[in-house]
């Protein structure tokens, strides 16, 4: 456990910041483009129509969450999966290039959306845009199941694949580029409960 600990405190000890910088704008821009498409092309709003509160709480939860705190997510997913292996004695879990290791990441990851990410991204997104607290509480409640049953399907074999063969310091890019997809999905959930979006 006091490896696992030094390992995780590392990755904030010799932080990258031009990486940060890079990975903070990507999934700020991604998730820019996403809400733009998820108003536009999916609810069929007009130019002047743009919810302009909306698209700044999208995109700076996105900047934020999946830009700043994936870049340490994805580089201690795969220290917390080797621990597990270790302390299981399983390894193919320690490996780094197996693909139990890679499916290992995509779990906790996966547990970290359906614990973390999800409420925060009610929470936090419909805050910004203004909503109270319990707003927020009573939208998570009505959307949390269907949001994180479509997350899994979509981010457990997105996930394994960029643990599998993408290079880590590309993954939050690409999980940038990808979540451009589930900013539209997770976006039109999140406003559709409100009784703002037609079913």
């Known amino acids: 456990m006091r490896l696992l600990r030094h390992r995780l405190r590392q990755i904030v000890t010799n932080l990258d910041g031009r990486a940060l910088r890079t990975d903070i704008l990507t999934a700020g821009g991604m998730g820019c483009c996403g809400d733009l498409l998820c108003q536009h092309a999916v609810e069929g709003k007009q130019r002047h129509d743009t919810d302009w509160r909306?698209?700044?709480?999208?995109?700076?939860?996105?900047?934020?969450?999946?830009?700043?705190?994936?870049?340490?997510?994805?580089?201690?997913?795969p220290l917390v999966v080797s621990f597990a292996g270790r302390k299981l004695a399983h390894g193919p879990l320690q490996a780094t290039d197996s693909a139990a290791h890679a499916l290992g990441c995509a779990v906790v990851d996966t547990l970290h959306d359906g614990t973390v990410m999800i409420p925060c991204y009610f929470l936090g997104?419909?805050?910004?845009?203004?909503d109270t607290l319990a707003e927020g509480r009573a939208n998570l409640r009505r959307e949390w199941l269907n949001s994180w049953a479509v997350g899994a399907s979509f981010w457990m074999p997105f996930m394994y694949c960029n643990f599998a063969y993408v290079r880590p310091q590309y993954r939050v890019r690409l999980m940038a580029v990808a979540n451009t997809?589930?900013?539209?999905?997770?976006?039109?959930?999140?406003?559709?409960?409100?009784?703002?979006l037609p079913d």
Do not use: N, P
Not at 65 to 71: K, N, R
Not at 125 to 130: A, I, S, Y
């Open 181 to 196: 997809v589930w900013s539209v999905l997770i976006d039109y959930m999140a406003h559709r409960s409100k009784g703002r």
């Open 54 to 77: 909306r698209l700044y709480a999208v995109t700076t939860f996105e900047a934020l969450y999946m830009g700043g705190l994936f870049h340490g997510f994805c580089q201690a997913f």
């Open 125 to 130: 997104v419909g805050m910004l845009q203004g």
